[in-house]
């Protein structure tokens, strides 16, 4: 397992899901990374950094948002 800091782009509060940007390269995005349901819907507002956690380092699609912070 890895934790990554990123960025939120997008959340979609239907599917729970956001499209992040992985801090430190401006073209890696992740599109429906799944969020944890602790986290406030109202919470996801873009440009607010995050915590992904990855599950499988090899498989950026593996990861979940665990933490969003200012």
């Known amino acids: 397992?890895?934790?990554k800091r990123g960025v939120v782009k997008s959340?979609?509060?239907g599917t729970?899901?956001?499209t992040v940007q992985v801090a430190g390269s401006l073209?890696?995005?992740?599109d429906g990374v799944p969020v944890a349901?602790?986290?406030g819907p109202s919470d996801m507002v873009a440009g607010r950094s995050c915590a992904l956690?990855?599950?499988d380092e090899s498989n950026p699609a593996d990861a979940?948002?665990?933490a969003v912070y200012e």
């Open 64 to 66: 979940v948002v665990v």
């Open 1 to 3: 397992m890895e934790i």
């Open 37 to 39: 349901r602790n986290i």
């Open 11 to 13: 959340f979609d509060a």
């Open 27 to 30: 073209a890696v995005w992740l």
């Open 53 to 55: 956690l990855f599950f």
């Open 16 to 18: 729970y899901r956001a």
